[in-house]
């Protein structure tokens, strides 16, 4: 990576508590574009609270964002989508009960001139996106309810991709998929990645994401433990990034990192 | 979108598997559920035509009693619409029976107290002001509940009870307890009655209007599914549905045509115009009735909001997955104060409907009608868990609560006993929804 320019996202010694507990403590990321960063660690190591704060679920109680260098004011989902970031998340966050096009759009409905919805035209461009992810889809007037993992999953990336993101948060996007389905979006990954646009993944499976990443930033007790590039690292050394906090030579230590090293 | 259709089938052409009558729900696209709600309703008016005196000689499906049914079931029906959506984003509404008594009582006062010495008695624009008066004093109760639920996080059984308890009383304690009467004659169209209907002539035309809006939505969803080269319906279908729809308004009309009015009215309308009354009587169709009308024009906007706008959309969505709806960038508590709002004003015009049926207001007016209310929009198909249920399905929840109880009045059964009944077919209507969706998955 060329660290010269500017980069797409920054988190800057952002922190947030609730009730006393600090889930994210003084924690700092970047992004490039083009750029696979994986987030790693334990569960409750704050990776998806400190992405949520991206993502505008939550309010960080410290620290900056700045997008392209530019500081923005992020305090709810629609703000964050402003900024194109897209975010799937572990849950997939799908109304279970409306169809594949009402999810692609949800929030965002494309209307006809009187104010209506504009149902055809919303369900002709989802067959046009879910064509291009996932070209056995077909089921577009079920609830989704009724689709299997992996077509959840692809409605979920469908959304995120239709309204040109040029941030993809993923949160474990592979966890709830078989294997052919884990290949499936890891290609998609790819794909987006040479459109240029930036994405996070999160996960606390080193194996789903190592290949795919980049860059890793890990986290654990809502510290940064450290960054490193995953062509100087072995996964061991991540490992031991992870669940010791132990920083190996090549990467950067953060302020989580363990201190008698 | 909150039907329940048949599973598409994987090619784009659609397939020709299974039975004659799965490839005719397939190809017509009905939904499979209304079509057994219809079927249920169709078994009670039989059985009680049946057993009120014989196919033919029976007091159930005359016209009298159809016309009345559907004049009593008109204001259930207004709320069990809103109801809907209350329940569908996994709320519940305990005050509509208050709010009606209520805003029913201050309409009253509005037009019997109030206005008569500031614009005088029977100023044509009497109805209008109380009327408006209502369904302002209506949206505004019910969005002040929908605050406290979605603002102040405190559970909609919790609220609404309050709710009941609190609107019930005040209807009492704005005046005291007394009855309110009579009502304004234009007002007390909103009610029904030999006058509060439209007679033979504008029912014909408002059949005729309605045929026409059916075949033009089925030609103009052809035309929008066309435009994006969707599978289509068989043109078979497309003129089986045209013609189901356009034959059932006809026949409601020609229903609702046969009634007369009864003779002493018709006695009285006769020699207020002049008309000499002939040997054999005169016989004056009433047809569709006012409240009836105001019902299936609410019941049609409702179901435009919906299933077309994007507020509609929104209910759906939160009431699948209210964590989902906020992430998408929903602005889910102002949704949930809208739909309350919404509840509150149709309140407003059952209540106008009712104590214009009664011409009176009484502060015990709609005492139990939120269970009714709630019954019809669940024996409709409404589930309580949230996201399903839709409009007709309510409305014909409601049509069938007030044929059980029409057709046992009409074979005389004790009160406590229709309730019983009404209780039991509540628990089984929903029991067998429950069989239902379990095999549908």
Redesign the interface.
């Known amino acids: 990576m060329t660290e010269q320019r500017t980069p797409l996202v920054e988190m800057k010694n952002i922190s947030i508590s609730f009730g006393g507990i600090h889930a994210v403590d003084n924690a700092s990321i970047d992004l490039y574009p083009g750029e696979v960063v994986a987030l790693l660690g334990h569960n409750g190591a704050g990776k998806s609270t400190l992405i949520k704060i991206l993502s505008g679920a939550y309010k960080r109680d410290a620290g900056e964002i700045l997008i392209n260098g530019e500081p923005v004011h992020i305090s709810n989902p629609r703000d964050a989508k402003g900024y194109g970031i897209e975010t799937i998340y572990q849950t997939l966050a799908v109304a279970d009960n409306v169809d594949a096009a009402a999810n692609l759009y949800l929030g965002r409905e494309l209307r006809t001139p009187w104010g209506t919805l504009d149902d055809v035209a919303m369900e002709a461009k989802a067959r046009e996106v879910m064509g291009r992810l996932n070209p056995n889809f077909r089921r577009f007037k079920e609830p989704v309810k009724a689709l299997s993992g992996g077509q959840r999953q692809s409605v979920a990336i469908a959304r995120a991709i239709l309204f040109d993101a040029r941030i993809l948060i993923m949160d474990e996007p592979t966890a709830a998929l078989g294997p052919q389905e884990t290949a499936q979006v890891g290609e998609l990954i790819k794909q987006l990645k040479r459109e240029g646009i930036g994405i996070f993944l999160i996960s606390h499976d080193i194996h789903d994401v190592f290949d795919l990443a980049d860059r890793v930033s890990v986290m654990k007790n809502g510290q940064v433990v450290g960054h490193a590039r995953t062509e100087d690292v072995t996964k061991d050394e991540v490992l031991g990034m992870i669940i010791l906090g132990k920083v190996p030579p090549k990467a950067i230590a953060g302020p989580g990192a363990m201190q008698s090293a | 979108?909150?039907k329940t259709?048949i599973?598409?089938p994987?090619?784009?052409v659609r397939q020709t598997q299974g039975t004659a009558l799965q490839r005719f729900l397939q190809a017509t696209e009905i939904d499979t559920r209304l079509l057994g709600m219809i079927g249920a309703l169709l078994i009670i008016w039989l059985g009680f035509q049946l057993t009120t005196g014989g196919l033919f000689g029976g007091l159930f499906l005359t016209p009298r009693n159809l016309w009345n049914l559907t004049v009593q079931a008109a204001s259930v029906s207004v709320m069990a619409t809103g109801m809907v959506l209350v329940i569908v984003t996994r709320n519940i509404d305990l005050s509509v029976g208050s709010i009606l008594g209520f805003v029913g009582m201050i309409m009253a006062i509005t037009q019997a107290k109030i206005l008569p010495p500031l614009i005088g008695f029977d100023n044509p624009a009497t109805w209008i002001i109380a009327l408006a008066v209502g369904i302002a004093l209506g949206t505004a109760i019910g969005a002040f509940q929908g605050m406290i639920i979605a603002f102040l996080n405190v559970p909609a059984f919790i609220v609404t009870l309050g709710g009941l308890l609190v609107w019930r009383a005040g209807a009492f304690l704005v005046i005291s307890g007394a009855t309110v009467a009579p009502m304004d004659t234009k007002f007390r169209l909103m009610g029904g009655g030999a006058e509060g209907s439209i007679g033979a002539t504008a029912s014909w035309i408002v059949g005729v209007l309605a045929c026409l809006v059916i075949v033009a939505s089925i030609i103009n969803s052809r035309k929008?599914?066309k435009?994006?080269g969707?599978p289509l319906r068989p043109m078979w279908a497309e003129y089986f549905l045209s013609t189901v729809g356009c034959v059932t308004v006809m026949i409601a009309v020609w229903v609702l045509n046969s009634y007369y009015m009864p003779v002493n009215l018709a006695k009285k309308y006769a020699e207020a115009n002049n008309i000499p009354w002939p040997e054999g009587g005169l016989q004056i169709p009433l047809g569709i009735a006012i409240p009836v009308l105001m019902a299936v024009g609410i019941a049609i906007a409702m179901s435009?909001l919906t299933?077309?706008?994007?507020f509609?959309?929104y209910v759906?969505?939160?009431?699948?997955?209210p964590?989902?709806?906020?992430?998408?960038?929903?602005k889910t508590r102002w949704v949930t104060v809208r739909i309350f709002a919404l509840m509150g004003a149709l309140c407003a015009i059952a209540a106008a409907i009712s104590t214009a049926r009664l011409n009176a207001a009484t502060n015990a007016q709609g005492t139990l009608d939120e269970l009714y209310t709630i019954a019809a929009a669940v024996i409709g198909g409404t589930s309580l868990a949230g996201?399903?249920g839709t409009i007709s399905g309510a409305v014909l929840g409601a049509i069938v609560m007030q044929s059980l109880q029409s057709g046992m009045v009409l074979l005389r059964i004790d009160t406590p006993l229709q309730s019983i009944v009404i209780g039991i077919v509540l628990v089984m209507a929903v029991w067998l929804d429950t069989v239902y969706r379990g095999r549908a998955k």
């Open positions: 979108m909150a259709t599973a598409a994987s090619s784009s929008q599914r435009r994006f969707f435009f299933t077309r706008t994007r509609g959309r759906f969505a939160i009431g699948g997955n964590e989902a709806a906020e992430l998408a960038g929903i996201g399903m």
